[in-house]
């Protein structure tokens, strides 16, 4: 009598698996060769029997090494079982089946048996459409079971290169041992709250950048039963966004600088006329007072009348003088703050032009480069107000959060049409207005200029506090 346990596991397993229409695929746990395969599994694969018996999964380009190593570090204990899912290379295309391993031990040896079953042979025509949609679509998807094992890709996902069809039916844990913990936590947040995630940014090889949108799927039940994942490409957009900011960044410190020349330029000219021309203009003051005293004393009262009126001139331009060293360079600004500076420069506008004019606001300090940024800011636009608004009323209100501050200028004066004037290339206005906005802008803020012929104007802007000063100064 024949000694069953002496012959091969080919041998012993039953005759009737290779007449099988059921894909049933037999191999050595030792080296993964296949030592028997049905019928069905040779008309999945497209391959004869004899190209398949001796040789590997991944010798014969169905299968992945790596994918055969973790398959074979995971056999089933003799009597043991698990499923999963994975896609076919045939000649039909790429087939999504159901798999079912089996550990049996037979003549001593280890053998891994496959109950394969195409998932599209039991697919209804819907299922079929939306099979092909997936594979069609340019955007990566990935769905996931509840132990966020990988249970189906398309092609686009290969793409990316962290999860490939390969992976099908491994955790992605095994599948991509980098995998990001935040998209695992996203994932596995999907499966307890049923709420989407979108665009969470995700790194994919080479540095690319993706958009990725996880959804949960369900069928006819409240619960969660897979998690899909779609990737969208955004490098290009990623790239062309960093190059924007960059040139911004660079156009910012750029106008930054000339502002800061600006200001020391103003500086410099404030300084000049304060030790040089009213200097001058002051001992010509003086000097007149001298002559309108000879010529009284005299009795040349034409010449003294002259002289007065020559003072009168004089006086009026050194005080224009003086005024314009304010402006150049308001000390007030330095030493007691943007409150106090801003009362000074609005009730000087208000007298000049017969208005009343009001500050609210608190009297805090505020980082140097932010006071004199405001300030400037303030100082156009009341400029404006004072060469072309003809207004009654002046109104400055500006307040903070700490985080930033916010400046009103109100007047109700004739107002203006903004668009027509700042498209008038040869308006002074436009030219303010443009250096205002710009010198915001620069500072990371925003700028709006609201006016209506006959309804006054207002102009409103905003400028970040990165480092405001706490105490007050009354």
Known sequence: MTDRSARSPAEALPSSLSETEQAIAV?????????????????????????????????????????????ISRFPERGRSHHQQRVFETPRGRVLADMDI???????????VSVITAVS??????????????????????????????????RAVERI???????????????????????????????????????????????????????????????????????????DRVAAEQALAESERRRREILGSMLQAEEVERSRIATELHDD?????AAALLALDRVSLVASRSGADDL??????????????????????FELRPAILHDQGLFRALHVLVAQIAREVGAEGTVAGISRRYDLAVEELVYRCAQEALANVRKHARPRTIVVNF??????????????????????????????LHFGL????????????????????????????TVPLPAPVAHDRR
Request: charged share 30%; proline share 3%.
């Open 277 to 281: 021309t009213v200097q001058v203009m």
């Open 27 to 71: 191999a050595r746990v030792s080296d993964a060769a296949f030592v028997d395969v049905s019928d069905g599994f040779c008309a999945l694969v497209g391959r004869r029997r004899d190209e398949l018996l001796g040789r590997t999964a991944a010798e014969l380009g169905i299968s992945h090494r790596d994918r055969l190593d973790w398959l």
């Open 102 to 112: 089996h550990g049996i031990e037979i003549g001593g040896e280890c053998l891994i």
């Open 121 to 154: 042979d039991a697919a209804s025509p819907h299922e079929t459409v939306l099979g092909a949609i997936l594979e069609a679509t340019p955007l990566g998807v990935v769905l996931y079971d509840r132990d966020i094992r990988i249970v189906r890709v398309n």
């Open 399 to 428: 307040a903070d959060d700490d985080a930033v501050l916010r400046i009103d200028v109100r007047d109700d004066g004739c107002g203006f049409d903004v668009e027509s004037v700042r498209s008038r290339p040869d308006a002074a």
């Open 304 to 325: 003294a009348s002259a002289v007065s009126m020559a003072r009168a001139t004089l006086e009026e331009a050194t005080e224009r003088a003086r005024r314009l060293m």
């Open 161 to 235: 290169g962290r999860v490939r069809p390969e992976h099908i039916g491994m955790r992605l844990v095994d599948a991509v041992p980098d995998a990001d913990p935040d998209v695992l936590a996203a994932i596995a947040g999907v499966f307890q709250t049923g709420e989407p995630v979108v665009a969470m940014e995700v790194a994919g090889r080479d540095d690319d950048s993706y958009l990725m949108t996880m959804f949960p799927v369900t069928r006819g039940s409240a619960d969660v039963e897979m998690v899909g994942c779609m990737f969208m490409d955004v490098t």
């Open 434 to 461: 443009d250096t205002m906005i710009e010198r915001i802008r620069a500072a990371g803020g925003e700028a709006v200029i609201d006016s209506e012929v006959g309804s006054g104007t207002t102009v409103s802007f």
